[in-house]
């Protein structure tokens, strides 16, 4: 199984896990920042070029960011046909509507905290 996925500027899926399966990625183009937890909870991450490689771990809760000032294009795969995965974001939070439209109304709140003449306020931000 392989997945292509291109990462706008500072863009950064969410962090997941795969409990049957290690991910091999590759970074066709620009740079990106990887990175997994170990089981105790130490953080392992580097900054991969164009041409890097990067393994992780079956089981363990990693990421991807875009590093870089352009998109970048990683490829993954899988090592097996039926990986599985686990969102970190379902597996942290509650599905009760009211938590979630009440963590909605803070981060809508962050809006009207903006500090006047700040350039990146309409950058257009992806998570």
């Known amino acids: 199984m392989d997945r292509h996925q291109p990462l706008l500027v500072s863009a950064s899926p969410l962090s997941r896990s795969h409990p049957r399966a290690s991910e091999m990625m590759f970074v066709h183009d620009g740079s990106v920042l990887a990175g997994f937890l170990d089981s105790t909870g130490k953080l392992f991450q580097k900054r991969l070029c164009e041409g890097?490689?990067?393994?992780?771990?079956?089981?363990?809760?990693h990421f991807i960011m875009n590093y870089g000032l352009r998109l970048a294009?990683?490829?993954?795969?899988l090592n097996s046909q039926?990986?599985?995965?686990?969102?970190?974001?379902?597996?942290?939070?509650?599905?009760?509507?009211?938590?979630?439209?009440?963590l909605m109304g803070r981060m809508m709140k962050f809006r009207e905290m903006e500090i006047p003449g700040n350039n990146t306020a309409d950058f257009p931000w992806t998570y």
């Open 82 to 102: 039926n990986p599985g995965v686990v969102g970190i974001t379902h597996a942290m939070f509650s599905s009760d509507l009211d938590v979630v439209e009440g």
């Open 52 to 61: 890097d490689v990067f393994i992780f771990p079956r089981g363990l809760v």
């Open 73 to 77: 294009t990683t490829f993954s795969m």
